[in-house]
């Protein structure tokens, strides 16, 4: 198979031994152990196919990568298989301005297509972190959320057209740049969101947005979490242009702060909330009407670039990771207006098993999607387990989803019953079996066994 | 059987012989003929599920049937196939406001769904010509399109969502309301868009919007396509709240104009462009920099409800099909600086088959969506069903789309290999034999045979 792939592909398209990079193992959770039997680095989509219909000859399963930057164990081989990197498959083909399109291949990563469509005059409007590392194809994979879901979806909510390469090498083409296409069944929402499951994606066309005008940035101080859902309604009507909802819990933004060699506000609020909007009198407006009704009881206005960073360092616990050994971030969505009871009955339920833990809440409320940050100072993978399998019980109780944007990987796969039904299961089992009927594309991943 | 059914869902709701209602026969096409052998009219989940379990026990075939509102033929039974109307699976049951989302089931007509969202202070963004009669279960399985999804998306944009029920009885639920849920793949973006081949919709959770402020409806006349183009990139940028941008070739104003009892413009422009947004300051900069640049020749600004509609009554061509008995309307996507290629291609290759034919074109520009009006008087059947090939073969030409927002039924099966290509029929026929592996559930939809 090795001497197939190596024919295919070339010497630098088949990387073995101890040509594999470590960087192979394992995505950003930094829990997978295992090197790929190869890495393979096909540079274009005829290589993509020809890669996979070798590899399915041969029956060896096949593990598609992008940038790493994935925090669910989803990219990570295990011993004897064979790893599929997209780095090589990358650039951007194509920005149609009219289309308001960018054609782009899987391998690009994320910052380079922004800079790309930029550089156009538009705005590629999936954003996150990771952008500098992070890839395209992965960002379809697992339907990255981000910093812009509020105003712009996730990102198969800004996907046009895809093209994805079966397990057997068939390749699947719909690069379409039109946005009305009601032809058949959608597969582009079937392969975004499936974790390298269902197929590899090889290119894809992404929807462009106008550049947005200069932003507004507000960090407000609220009394309790129904004010921060009357402020969100208040937000939503009269500010059309609003990309930014994020709502601290005080205990979050009181551990936050405290690691920050600055200070935002020295006396933490119940409930602090940034909040992004069009620069100008609407935003103003809001702010003085949310004072007179008693929503806020006060609001920083960012005077500088600066200082709305030092508003979204607290936001993004920059130095919380460092400062706290073994911080668990979990990742969940519950319904809104149900988001703070959630956090009450969650942070009983882990205190009452680990009476020492620290639990704090932050997220994008807006899109129904909190996380959880959870201290237990020298817990042991097994309590980390134990965290997890509690927190996941309190989101199913409540009827929520256990991943909003991280997807499930490995390591969410043990609770995925808890957000789908049996039912749902087995039809995902059969659409699996339908599109890869040897289980040979990334198996172990998603579904439970 | 129809005992079976008969015993499982009462006298009204199993329908035969005489008591089935013409209705049944066709949808808005008028291209059925055949009466089901019986009309199933469940009302709740649970006589879904088992009028499809008797059903699939007995090997028949179930025609899931709306509002009959289709201008595809999806929901066409033949002789011996059974229909199911969701009719009677009808009401909002909840709408909640912090989460923006209304709990629908899918026989609610859709003006009854947006009525009880507007009285609750927000918008169903889902919105067309036939809301008075078209439910929200239709809407969802043929992914409907509509007036405005340039702001808000098509229907399954709008879609939180989904309650399913697939051949063999087995309920799918997923009546989730949260933004954010990467818990697997997404079934929801598999049903809808499916038209009825692959479950049967029975209940939805759709997002809603705020209300929207006072619009503004401009009527722009252009010297040429790239004019149209030139406003629509600038009113893009400039107008967050753009809702319309409807473009209108000469001949198509020209043609519907004449049949309607008042004249907007007496001397029709090369384009003209109904644009419609925020009132304001934002809409009037634009229209003067638009004129200063050349890019509008003249814009006539709606001074009232009655002259806006006006406007849209040459749009929506209201007179046309009782003037032109046979009037062909097409609905096909493509490349939005392509369009004007694409009608000048499309309106020679009509008239070289047919000399006297009319030709003109219309449509949502923004969206990438053109319809094309043929008239050749006195054509037969025959005739009608070339104009299809010959027009979707210039579309398949220009890799556009077959169908933009009517879907595919039963009219338009023939050509779906126009749009998708043989790898892609061959992974959605795996895919319905993967849920539907008896094929009883509306058979010869969508897929070529």
């Known amino acids: 198979m090795l001497q197939d792939l190596r024919a295919a592909l070339g010497p630098q398209g088949c990387l073995t031994g101890a040509d594999v990079p470590e960087a192979a193992r394992s995505d950003a959770s930094r829990t997978g152990h295992d090197l790929p039997l190869a890495l393979l680095r096909p540079a274009s989509v005829a290589e993509v196919s020809a890669a996979l219909a070798i590899c399915h000859r041969h029956g060896v399963a096949v593990v598609p990568q992008g940038g790493m930057t994935g925090l669910a164990g989803g990219a990570q081989p295990q011993a004897g298989q064979v790893a599929l990197s997209l780095s090589r498959l990358a650039g951007v083909e194509e920005i149609d301005g009219e289309a308001m399109a960018m054609v782009v291949r899987a391998g690009t990563v994320l910052e380079v297509a922004q800079k790309a469509a930029e550089a156009a005059g538009f705005l590629l409007p999936v954003d996150l972190g990771a952008r500098g590392s992070c890839q395209i194809g992965g960002n379809i994979a697992t339907n990255a959320g981000g910093l812009r879901v509020l105003r712009d979806g996730m990102t198969r ?28 069944y959608d597969l582009r ?28 940035t507000v960090l407000a101080s609220l009394p309790d979490f129904a004010a921060v859902l009357r402020l969100l309604a208040m937000a939503r009507s009269a500010l059309p242009g609003l990309s930014a909802f994020e709502a601290m819990w005080r205990d979050y933004f009181t551990c936050s702060q405290g690691h920050l060699p600055h200070t935002v506000l020295p006396d933490p609020p119940p409930f602090a909330v940034i909040l992004e909007a069009d620069e100008g009198p609407a935003l103003e407006a809001l702010l003085e009407a949310a004072f007179e009704e008693g929503v806020i009881t006060d609001a920083l206005i960012a005077q500088s670039f600066a200082e709305a960073r030092r508003f979204w360092a607290v936001r993004e616990g920059l130095e919380m990771d460092a400062a706290m050994p073994g911080l668990i971030n979990l990742d969940v969505s519950l319904t809104t207006g149900r988001l703070d009871d959630f956090a009450q009955a969650c942070r009983a339920a882990l205190q009452a098993s680990f009476p020492g833990a620290h639990v704090s809440f932050y997220g994008h409320v807006a899109d129904s999607n909190v996380h959880v940050a959870v201290h237990v100072p020298g817990a042991s993978e097994a309590e980390v387990h134990e965290v997890d399998a509690i927190a996941y019980g309190v989101v199913r109780d409540f009827g929520g989803s256990i991943s909003a944007e991280h997807g499930i990987g490995t390591l969410k796969r043990d609770w995925l019953g ?3 039904s049996p039912e749902e299961l087995a039809a995902m089992r059969a659409i699996k079996a339908a599109l890869d009927p040897k289980g040979l594309l990334n198996p172990g991943k998603v579904l439970p066994e």
């Open 189 to 216: 929402h079937l392969f975004a969101g499936s974790e390298g499951t269902l197929g590899v994606i090889t290119r894809a066309v992404i929807r462009l947005r106008p550049l947005p005008g200069p932003r507004g």
């Open 157 to 184: 909510d800004n996907l046009l057209g895809i093209e994805a390469v079966l397990a057997d090498g068939t390749v699947l083409c719909q690069m379409t740049k039109v946005v009305k296409n009601n032809t058949g």
């Open 418 to 420: 808890y957000s789908r």
